[in-house]
Protein backbone atom coordinates (compact mmCIF):
# COMPACT_ATOMS: atom_id res chain seq x y z
CA UNK A 1 0.00 0.00 0.00
CA UNK A 2 1.33 3.67 -1.11
CA UNK A 3 1.92 5.53 1.86
CA UNK A 4 1.49 9.78 1.12
CA UNK A 5 2.64 12.95 3.58
CA UNK A 6 3.38 16.19 3.05
CA UNK A 7 6.79 16.96 2.35
CA UNK A 8 8.36 20.51 3.21
CA UNK A 9 10.91 21.90 0.92
CA UNK A 10 12.27 24.34 3.05
CA UNK A 11 11.84 26.50 6.27
CA UNK A 12 9.22 28.39 4.76
CA UNK A 13 6.52 28.11 2.40
CA UNK A 14 4.76 25.06 0.66
CA UNK A 15 5.94 22.14 -0.45
CA UNK A 16 5.08 18.99 -2.51
CA UNK A 17 3.05 16.34 -1.72
CA UNK A 18 4.91 13.01 -1.71
CA UNK A 19 4.41 9.42 -1.65
CA UNK A 20 5.40 5.87 -1.69
CA UNK A 21 4.88 2.92 -3.79
CA UNK A 22 5.31 -0.88 -2.93
CA UNK A 23 8.41 -1.44 -1.61
CA UNK A 24 10.46 1.17 -2.42
CA UNK A 25 12.17 3.23 0.24
CA UNK A 26 12.16 6.22 -1.56
CA UNK A 27 9.88 9.50 -1.58
CA UNK A 28 8.59 10.05 -5.01
CA UNK A 29 6.60 13.71 -6.19
CA UNK A 30 2.80 13.10 -5.49
CA UNK A 31 0.19 12.49 -5.75
CA UNK A 32 -0.17 9.11 -5.76
CA UNK A 33 -0.88 7.54 -8.70
CA UNK A 34 -2.87 3.63 -9.01
CA UNK A 35 -0.53 1.19 -10.45
CA UNK A 36 -3.57 -1.05 -11.58
CA UNK A 37 -3.50 0.81 -15.00
CA UNK A 38 -0.75 0.91 -17.93
CA UNK A 39 1.87 3.73 -16.99
CA UNK A 40 5.20 4.77 -18.12
CA UNK A 41 7.95 5.96 -15.67
CA UNK A 42 10.16 8.82 -15.32
CA UNK A 43 12.93 8.77 -12.94
CA UNK A 44 15.68 10.24 -11.26
CA UNK A 45 17.18 13.31 -9.05
CA UNK A 46 15.75 16.88 -8.03
CA UNK A 47 15.36 17.48 -11.64
CA UNK A 48 13.19 14.66 -12.64
CA UNK A 49 11.33 15.67 -8.92
CA UNK A 50 10.50 19.12 -10.63
CA UNK A 51 11.00 21.30 -7.00
CA UNK A 52 9.42 24.25 -7.12
CA UNK A 53 7.65 23.93 -10.21
CA UNK A 54 4.04 22.86 -10.43
CA UNK A 55 4.00 20.84 -13.72
CA UNK A 56 7.64 18.63 -14.33
CA UNK A 57 8.12 17.26 -17.64
CA UNK A 58 6.48 14.00 -16.35
CA UNK A 59 3.45 15.73 -16.27
CA UNK A 60 3.80 17.76 -19.61
CA UNK A 61 4.77 14.57 -20.94
CA UNK A 62 1.44 12.72 -19.99
CA UNK A 63 -0.61 15.47 -21.39
CA UNK A 64 1.69 15.53 -24.83
CA UNK A 65 1.48 11.10 -25.06
CA UNK A 66 -1.99 11.30 -24.10
CA UNK A 67 -0.54 8.04 -21.87
CA UNK A 68 0.03 7.88 -18.31
CA UNK A 69 3.18 9.01 -16.46
CA UNK A 70 4.44 8.48 -13.03
CA UNK A 71 6.81 11.09 -11.87
CA UNK A 72 9.32 8.93 -9.95
CA UNK A 73 11.21 11.88 -9.28
CA UNK A 74 13.08 12.13 -5.40
CA UNK A 75 14.91 14.32 -3.85
CA UNK A 76 18.95 13.89 -3.93
CA UNK A 77 18.62 10.60 -5.25
CA UNK A 78 21.91 9.33 -7.68
CA UNK A 79 23.49 6.54 -8.24
CA UNK A 80 23.43 4.93 -4.50
CA UNK A 81 19.73 5.00 -4.65
CA UNK A 82 18.88 4.58 -7.82
CA UNK A 83 20.59 0.55 -8.05
CA UNK A 84 20.24 -0.31 -4.45
CA UNK A 85 16.16 0.03 -4.03
CA UNK A 86 14.71 -3.08 -4.83
CA UNK A 87 11.11 -1.56 -4.67
CA UNK A 88 11.87 0.51 -7.14
CA UNK A 89 13.04 -1.91 -9.42
CA UNK A 90 9.44 -3.33 -9.38
CA UNK A 91 8.03 0.07 -10.23
CA UNK A 92 9.99 0.34 -13.26
CA UNK A 93 9.77 -3.42 -14.35
CA UNK A 94 5.66 -3.28 -14.21
CA UNK A 95 6.05 -0.07 -16.55
CA UNK A 96 5.42 0.30 -20.40
CA UNK A 97 8.64 2.11 -20.56
CA UNK A 98 10.99 4.10 -18.29
CA UNK A 99 12.50 7.82 -18.76
CA UNK A 100 15.93 7.49 -16.74
CA UNK A 101 17.43 10.72 -16.12
CA UNK A 102 21.12 9.80 -16.03
CA UNK A 103 22.56 10.31 -12.11
CA UNK A 104 25.33 12.67 -11.69
CA UNK A 105 28.91 10.66 -10.92
CA UNK A 106 29.68 11.93 -7.04
CA UNK A 107 26.64 10.12 -5.77
CA UNK A 108 27.67 6.91 -5.21
CA UNK A 109 29.70 5.37 -2.64
CA UNK A 110 33.22 3.54 -3.52
CA UNK A 111 36.71 2.91 -3.08
CA UNK A 112 37.19 6.02 -1.19
CA UNK A 113 33.44 7.28 0.32
CA UNK A 114 30.72 6.34 1.95
CA UNK A 115 27.07 8.15 0.68
CA UNK A 116 23.66 7.97 2.20
CA UNK A 117 21.57 5.19 0.93
CA UNK A 118 19.02 7.67 0.06
CA UNK A 119 20.11 11.20 0.55
CA UNK A 120 23.02 10.59 -2.19
CA UNK A 121 24.40 14.27 -1.97
CA UNK A 122 25.58 13.36 2.09
CA UNK A 123 29.17 11.85 2.92
CA UNK A 124 28.35 9.12 5.74
CA UNK A 125 32.43 8.36 5.89
CA UNK A 126 35.63 8.41 4.01
CA UNK A 127 37.38 5.61 3.13
CA UNK A 128 41.26 4.53 4.51
CA UNK A 129 42.06 4.36 0.72
CA UNK A 130 41.02 8.05 1.27
CA UNK A 131 42.46 8.81 4.05
CA UNK A 132 45.56 7.45 2.92
CA UNK A 133 45.81 9.16 -0.59
CA UNK A 134 45.06 12.51 1.28
CA UNK A 135 47.17 12.50 4.55
CA UNK A 136 47.40 15.95 5.04
CA UNK A 137 43.72 16.64 4.41
CA UNK A 138 41.23 17.00 7.89
CA UNK A 139 38.21 15.35 6.89
CA UNK A 140 36.00 16.07 9.92
CA UNK A 141 33.92 18.91 8.52
CA UNK A 142 32.82 17.60 5.46
CA UNK A 143 29.28 16.10 5.09
CA UNK A 144 28.42 16.71 1.40
CA UNK A 145 29.61 15.47 -1.77
CA UNK A 146 30.21 18.30 -3.33
CA UNK A 147 32.41 19.52 -0.26
CA UNK A 148 34.89 16.67 -0.12
CA UNK A 149 35.22 17.19 -4.08
CA UNK A 150 35.83 21.46 -3.33
CA UNK A 151 38.20 19.99 -0.51
CA UNK A 152 40.44 17.54 -2.66
CA UNK A 153 40.08 19.73 -5.79
CA UNK A 154 41.86 22.55 -3.39
CA UNK A 155 45.18 20.24 -3.26
CA UNK A 156 45.61 20.87 -7.24
CA UNK A 157 47.69 17.46 -7.90
CA UNK A 158 47.41 14.61 -9.93
CA UNK A 159 45.92 12.89 -6.71
CA UNK A 160 42.65 14.39 -7.61
CA UNK A 161 42.32 12.37 -10.91
CA UNK A 162 42.68 8.66 -9.00
CA UNK A 163 39.55 10.18 -7.75
CA UNK A 164 37.34 11.00 -10.40
CA UNK A 165 38.54 7.62 -12.68
CA UNK A 166 37.91 5.83 -9.84
CA UNK A 167 34.15 7.61 -9.83
CA UNK A 168 33.78 7.56 -13.88
CA UNK A 169 34.59 3.45 -13.79
CA UNK A 170 32.18 2.61 -10.69
CA UNK A 171 29.55 4.77 -12.23
CA UNK A 172 29.82 3.03 -15.63
CA UNK A 173 29.79 0.01 -13.73
CA UNK A 174 26.92 0.38 -11.83
CA UNK A 175 24.32 2.61 -14.39
CA UNK A 176 25.23 -0.85 -17.15
CA UNK A 177 24.20 -3.01 -14.50
CA UNK A 178 21.13 -1.08 -13.55
CA UNK A 179 19.65 -1.13 -17.07
CA UNK A 180 20.47 -4.65 -17.79
CA UNK A 181 18.02 -5.44 -14.82
CA UNK A 182 15.23 -3.22 -16.32
CA UNK A 183 12.97 -5.75 -18.67
CA UNK A 184 11.06 -2.17 -20.18
CA UNK A 185 12.37 -0.12 -22.66
CA UNK A 186 14.34 2.59 -21.04
CA UNK A 187 15.27 6.10 -22.55
CA UNK A 188 18.28 7.67 -20.81
CA UNK A 189 18.25 11.12 -20.39
CA UNK A 190 21.62 12.66 -20.32
CA UNK A 191 20.97 16.31 -18.89
CA UNK A 192 23.73 18.65 -18.13
CA UNK A 193 22.78 21.33 -15.43
CA UNK A 194 24.47 24.37 -15.85
CA UNK A 195 25.00 26.44 -12.65
CA UNK A 196 26.25 29.71 -14.81
CA UNK A 197 26.47 30.99 -18.05
CA UNK A 198 29.95 31.64 -19.78
CA UNK A 199 31.21 30.75 -16.83
CA UNK A 200 34.89 30.15 -17.40
CA UNK A 201 35.20 28.58 -13.19
CA UNK A 202 32.08 26.27 -14.07
CA UNK A 203 34.14 22.98 -14.41
CA UNK A 204 35.98 24.22 -11.31
CA UNK A 205 32.53 23.71 -9.00
CA UNK A 206 31.58 20.31 -11.29
CA UNK A 207 34.96 18.96 -11.55
CA UNK A 208 33.65 15.62 -12.53
CA UNK A 209 30.81 15.06 -14.83
CA UNK A 210 29.31 12.30 -16.98
CA UNK A 211 31.17 12.44 -20.28
CA UNK A 212 30.73 11.39 -23.49
CA UNK A 213 32.68 8.41 -23.21
CA UNK A 214 30.39 6.84 -20.12
CA UNK A 215 27.47 7.58 -22.09
CA UNK A 216 28.54 5.36 -25.08
CA UNK A 217 29.50 2.55 -22.75
CA UNK A 218 25.93 2.34 -21.38
CA UNK A 219 24.05 3.09 -24.54
CA UNK A 220 24.45 -0.25 -25.74
CA UNK A 221 21.71 -1.11 -22.68
CA UNK A 222 19.58 1.71 -23.73
CA UNK A 223 16.42 2.16 -26.01
CA UNK A 224 17.56 4.92 -27.22
CA UNK A 225 19.76 8.18 -25.12
CA UNK A 226 18.65 11.88 -25.61
CA UNK A 227 21.05 14.71 -24.43
CA UNK A 228 20.24 17.88 -23.09
CA UNK A 229 21.35 21.14 -22.01
CA UNK A 230 19.30 23.49 -18.94
CA UNK A 231 20.24 26.36 -17.09
CA UNK A 232 19.58 26.49 -13.17
CA UNK A 233 16.46 29.78 -12.84
CA UNK A 234 18.81 31.77 -11.40
CA UNK A 235 20.98 32.29 -14.59
CA UNK A 236 17.28 31.17 -16.97
CA UNK A 237 15.60 34.41 -15.48
CA UNK A 238 12.78 31.60 -14.76
CA UNK A 239 12.97 32.40 -10.84
CA UNK A 240 9.72 34.57 -11.10
CA UNK A 241 8.01 31.45 -12.34
CA UNK A 242 8.81 29.15 -9.64
CA UNK A 243 7.20 28.34 -6.32
CA UNK A 244 9.06 28.50 -3.15
CA UNK A 245 8.76 30.42 -0.31
CA UNK A 246 10.95 33.61 1.23
CA UNK A 247 13.49 31.17 3.10
CA UNK A 248 13.60 28.92 -0.20
CA UNK A 249 14.88 31.14 -3.01
CA UNK A 250 18.35 30.39 -2.49
CA UNK A 251 17.74 26.86 -3.28
CA UNK A 252 15.08 27.84 -6.14
CA UNK A 253 17.48 29.78 -7.84
CA UNK A 254 19.67 26.20 -8.10
CA UNK A 255 16.97 24.19 -9.93
CA UNK A 256 15.82 24.52 -13.11
CA UNK A 257 12.41 26.45 -14.32
CA UNK A 258 9.14 25.52 -15.88
CA UNK A 259 10.69 26.61 -19.44
CA UNK A 260 13.23 23.85 -18.84
CA UNK A 261 10.74 21.39 -18.14
CA UNK A 262 8.81 22.11 -21.30
CA UNK A 263 11.99 21.64 -23.44
CA UNK A 264 13.32 18.52 -21.56
CA UNK A 265 9.30 17.00 -22.30
CA UNK A 266 9.40 18.31 -26.31
CA UNK A 267 12.86 16.91 -26.33
CA UNK A 268 11.64 13.17 -25.14
CA UNK A 269 7.97 13.57 -27.32
CA UNK A 270 9.43 11.97 -30.36
CA UNK A 271 12.02 9.36 -29.14
CA UNK A 272 9.15 8.17 -26.89
CA UNK A 273 7.03 7.82 -29.52
CA UNK A 274 9.50 5.83 -32.13
CA UNK A 275 9.39 3.65 -29.06
CA UNK A 276 5.55 2.76 -29.25
Known amino acids: MSVVSYHQTGSAGAGHSVCQYGQSRLWFRGPERSLDRAYMTCVGGDETYGRFVDRPYAAILEDRLDRRCLNLGSLYCGVEALCGDAGLFTLLNGAELCVLQAPGVL ?84 LKVLPQKNDERQEERAPITVTPEMLKAVRPFCADCVEGTAYVSGQSDELEDMLFGTLQQPMAEHMIGPAAHRSIAEALVGPIRNLQ
Open 107 to 190: SQSNHFYRVHPRRNDRVLAQTQDLIDLYPEVDFTDVHFVGHLMRRLQDCQDARFEVVAEELRRNWVRQISDLLQRLKVPVLLLA
